[in-house]
């Protein structure tokens, strides 16, 4: 094996020394030629007599010559840095596309499991802005501070979203404009910045503190060889789906919710329990929920599917049914029905920040 590995690599050499004489034949002097060509001639003799220590010592003294007679690349540390940083990005899309991929809660349908984008009001002005960094990097909490600069009427809230997980909006007003890293549904919800709200001069339009939703890695490789499992958190896309719109940039949007029925599971809501296939599910998912220790409220009605306690509903083949943990404030398969197989993208695995009490393993 040493032998033939010694002999490859004295003639791929050879003809590196080759490509280099005619490549430079008009920049390098005649008397540089006529030692090129004289090396390359004694490493082909040594290779022909298969002589070892001859074409190792010959191989050193042409791949010197060859070193010394190539052109210098310029910026090859760039160079290199370039490749490191296009292999780097090229795995990491393999891994997004087929292993693992990262998510944001943006709802509270899975509250208190999984935390949505949630905003908190406060009359106190935030804390000084090296605690605000700190807070937003362990909590992903940010601080926000909206005063009208005078009398103003809100004329429309628009909501834009950078990069999949940073989410702004634009507070249009009869005088100008605020600009607030929240979500229009947060801004509404909780801090009541809504479409006619008017404000006086110095009047505060939305202050206090937004906790961002969790962030999750999602695993979508195990489906591709196990069916999913009732109780699973999973992620979907709700293509084709009745009665959600899709976003006109982003299409289709991503849901996750706790997978309450597999393909022929019969469903039945009798508030606040949850029964599949006449039984109460023993998993632990569920009984967290059933239970309705607080801050679980258990399971409610839908308003379509088991719209009420006698209803059942037996889930259809290839399709499954989705639950939020939140009940109350889900918008779920009790509304739109189930999932086709086909949407179904993982299950959800880790929350990766922020670094809450949901930090780690989702149940």
């Given at each position: 094996m040493f032998r033939s590995r010694s002999l490859k690599h004295?003639?791929?050499?050879?003809?590196?020394?080759?490509?280099?004489?005619?490549?430079?034949?008009?920049?390098?002097?005649?008397?540089?030629?006529?030692?090129?060509?004289?090396?390359?001639?004694?490493?082909?003799?040594?290779?022909r007599q298969r002589d070892l220590p001859a074409v190792r010592e010959n191989s050193e003294r042409l791949d010197a010559m060859v070193a010394e007679h190539s052109p210098a690349h310029r910026e090859a540390g760039w160079r290199e840095n370039c490749e490191v940083i296009l292999v780097a990005i090229v795995v990491a899309v393999g891994v997004r596309s087929y292993f693992i991929q990262p998510f944001k809660i943006p709802t509270g349908s899975m509250q208190p499991t999984l935390n949505g984008i949630i905003g908190h009001p406060s009359t106190a002005p935030g804390p000084n802005i090296l605690q605000?960094?700190?807070?937003?990097?362990?909590?992903?909490?940010?601080?926000?501070?909206?005063?009208?600069?005078?009398?103003?009427?809100v004329r429309e809230v628009v909501e834009q979203k950078y990069l999949f997980f940073f989410t702004w909006s634009r507070i249009i007003t009869d005088r100008g404009m605020h600009r607030v890293y929240a979500p229009e549904a947060t801004l509404a919800h909780d801090f009541q910045v809504t479409t006619g709200a008017r404000y006086k001069r110095g009047q505060v339009i939305a202050r206090g503190y937004i906790d961002t939703?969790?962030?999750?890695?999602?695993?979508?490789?195990?489906?591709?060889?196990?069916?999913?499992?009732?109780?699973?958190?999973?992620?979907?896309?709700t293509k084709h789906i009745p009665m959600i719109p899709e976003d006109p940039q982003t299409g289709a949007p991503y849901f996750i919710k706790r997978l309450g029925g597999l393909p022929g599971d019969t469903l039945r809501i009798d508030p606040p329990h949850l029964f599949i296939n006449g039984e109460q599910p023993k998993e632990f998912g569920f009984e967290r929920v059933i239970q309705a220790k607080p801050p679980y409220r258990g399971y409610t009605v839908g308003r379509q599917y088991l719209s009420k306690a006698t209803q059942s509903f037996t889930v259809p083949p290839r399709s499954y049914f989705a639950l939020g943990d939140n009940s109350y404030f889900s918008f779920d398969s009790r509304y739109w029905g189930p999932v086709p197989e086909e949407n179904l993208v993982g299950r959800g695995l880790w929350v990766y920040w922020p670094f809450n009490q949901h930090w780690g393993l989702i149940r």
């Open positions: 004295a003639r791929l050499l050879v003809r590196h020394a080759e490509k280099l004489l005619r490549y430079r034949c008009d920049v390098l002097s005649e008397t540089t030629l006529a030692e090129i060509r004289q090396q390359i001639q004694a490493l082909e003799n040594a290779i605000q960094i700190a807070e937003f990097f362990v909590l992903g909490r940010n601080y926000i501070n909206v005063v009208a600069p005078e009398d103003e009427t939703g969790d962030q999750v890695f999602v695993d979508k490789f195990s489906y591709n060889f196990v069916r999913p499992h009732r109780a699973d958190v999973f992620v979907f896309r």
